[in-house]
């Protein structure tokens, strides 16, 4: 048992994180635009309150203090003390000025976005740069600099291995993308596709994955996300066009991601522990729900006929086939949030390796683009127009963080394994799926996945459910089987 001390100074560690959240949450979804000034000083002031906390002296007494018996109290002390001594690594000056920079590159790479101007952002990249790097400087013991970075997003992982991961995905995607891209294109969907009536299925399908009005909400947002406050108060988002299907999937990945952290043991809650494990992880539960059920020829089978009755005109003419073809459209293209499960990854696997070179030094802000856009033709065959279509679209850059990016596609090649999986421990899943019924699968991923929040380590968990490490073959072979049966190649 913890003592009552620690267990009070963890859970108004959780509160505050909590809190930030609720406030981050209302500031993309309902805070009116002139409310953001009033808003960031909140932040500020929160920030400081945590971090205060985790750095209190009587904090690490208490955890020295701690005797922990059990897997859960020894992963509470463990953790604990892991997030303690990153915050007490850097700082405080070194943390503010992160927090700054980050802050003043907002306004700048909004604009430069908007009118394609790398040289207008430059500055600020570097600035972010200079500063990830003194910031990995806290810390001794790493392999490689951007270890220290890719620790804060996905725990254990470190660089080498994410270039062996990455090598035969890269390979693998490229050589599938190339295969798809000379053989006959897929039919197009033809829309429109009402938003009221998106909103209306997208409500259905999050409540047949297991949505409650008790424990769930949806709103819209720019940029969609999930949060949970706790497991019975989560926050999904999506945004809807008229033109395409985009917000039906982004409520699918959402909910991916709000499940995971609704089916955490409720015991977790408000300690260091009861929330997802990693990034890696948790976008791995995203596209699980996303790809895996929500792009595959059963789930349609089930849900063609109510998505038709929904958008007459939006699919007319088109046979179930050519649906299910329109819908998996593979096209290369310029922007990593348009695109397809095939392409998505070497978007990603590009990021990487422009921000390992940026780490070490050997690749100047200023050359960025011209990198970037070399790798775009090498990886994905597109030529790249202006820099807002490839240096700029993205925010992380502004914000400084570098290593989050590889997450992304960590999360495509965990789903597959985990699929893989669950195939093999729950059997006739195309049946369920097929006739929309997903508790088997909600279950499986319970027992393996979310129950155990942050207690058990994402290798580790991996290696639990899926008896291996990370690998990126059950991708690559779901994809090759998909996309070859697909495009008939
Ligand atoms: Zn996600």
Redesign the pocket.
Known sequence: MLSPELAARLGELSDLTATAGLLGWDQQTNMPPAGGQARGEVMATLATLAHERQTAPELGALLDAAQGDGEVERAIVRVARRDREKARRVPAELAAEIERAASDAQEPWAHARATSDWEHFCPYLKRNVELRRAYVDCFEGAEHPYDTLLDNFEPGLTTARVREVFAPLREGLSELAAAIAAAPPAPVLPGPFPVAAQRELALEIARAFGYDDASWRMDLAVHP??LALSPQDIRVTTRYHENDLQGLFAVM??V??GLYEHQVDPALARTTLGTGVSLGI??SQ??LWENLVGRSEPFWRHWGPRLRAAFPAGTAGLSDHDLLRAINGVVPGCIRVDADEVTYGLHVILRFELEVAMIEGTLPAADVPAAWNAGMRELLGVEVPDDARGALQDIHWSWGELGYFPT?AI?NVAAAQLWAALQRDVGGLDDQIAAGQYGAIREWLREHVHRHGRVVEPTELLERATGGGLDPAPLLAELNAKYRALYGI
Do not use: P
Request: charged share 25%.
């Open positions: 996300f999930a990945h959402e991916g991601h948790h976008e995203s596209r992304y999360g």
